[in-house]
């Protein structure tokens, strides 16, 4: 990104479970609990670190504020570069 003419950008990669916004608690609760023992399991842990991953655990609320951060900036990063859609 650098090279690019966007200094100091970072870009990572990762995975979520969406549902629709007014699904219900118990059902949004379902999977995360879950991927949440997925991710506590050594074995899983192993592999997925093995494969280049991060096992990158977080509460509903910690993803949703991820994603938002990441709109925000990635809106920054467009005007920056002046990207036309």
């Known amino acids: 990104m650098t090279e690019a003419g966007v200094p100091a950008s970072e870009a990572s990669l990762w ?7 007014k699904t219900s608690k118990d059902i ?37 504020a991820l994603i938002r951060r990441e709109f925000a900036e990635n809106e920054q990063l467009v005007k920056a570069i002046n990207l036309k859609m």
């Open 15 to 21: 995975f979520g479970i969406f549902a629709p916004a």
């Open 28 to 64: 949004v609760a379902r999977p995360h609990l879950e991927v949440a023992k997925a991710q506590a399991d050594p074995a899983f842990k192993e592999r997925l670190v093995r494969a280049g991953g991060d096992p990158w655990p977080m509460s509903g609320d910690d993803f949703n």
